[in-house]
């Protein structure tokens, strides 16, 4: 019985077999790796969340903290400076989605309206207003600039964290509360 090899034919419809299947599973890969990283963000954001509750507990005074909304170059009046007792990696300011490595410029901010208001009394609903988000800017950036997918990772008063469409909180139609605060 003589030994008979592969084809050319063979060998090629192979190769093609192989690439229609890696075609198919790349897309898939890609969009679980995007998902991750979303579900990481919302993490980051729950303990800046439980970390901020921390903080309105231990200052006595169950006020928001005073400081920068906006990821800045000072050190002294940050978010992250403030909260920073009660966070033990400082990593946790980036959102996996940001490509830098930077963390002067972290990857989120926090309401200014919340600055120095009462935990207790100034809240009309704390299920849809909101403390802590993803850095996105209404006017500056467009739904594109959303970090995940279109959407915005965002903590409530309430300590909850959730995801909102892009479009939805440039349009004041999400169920998140501009102000929030009465």
């Known amino acids: 019985m003589a030994r008979r090899g592969v084809t050319l034919l063979e060998l090629i419809f192979v190769i093609a077999i192989i690439i229609i299947l890696v075609s198919i599973i790349l897309p898939s890969i890609r969009i679980a790796r995007n998902k991750s990283k979303q579900i990481a963000c919302v993490n980051n954001l729950k303990q800046i969340g439980q970390s901020m509750y921390m903080y309105l507990w231990d200052s006595g005074t169950n006020r928001f903290p005073q400081c920068d909304g906006l990821p800045t170059d000072s050190q002294t009046n940050r978010l992250d400076t403030i909260l ?5 990696e400082q990593a946790i300011w980036l959102c996996p989605t940001n490509e830098s490595s930077d963390i002067t410029n972290y990857s989120y901010m926090y309401n200014d309206t919340a600055k120095g208001q009462s935990y207790h009394s100034n809240i009309a609903n704390s299920s849809t207003a909101w403390v802590v988000m993803d850095y996105f800017v209404v006017g500056i950036m467009n739904e ?6 279109k959407r915005l990772n965002v903590v409530y008063v309430d300590w909850h964290v959730s995801s909102i469409r892009a479009d939805e909180y440039m349009n004041n139609s999400a ?3 501009i102000d929030g605060w009465k």
Not at 84 to 88: S, V
Not at 144 to 149: E, T
Request: glycine content about 0%; aromatic content about 8%; hydrophobic content about 20%.
């Open 175 to 177: 169920s998140i509360d």
């Open 84 to 88: 920073k007792p009660y966070l033990r």
């Open 144 to 149: 594109k600039d959303a970090p995940h997918s």
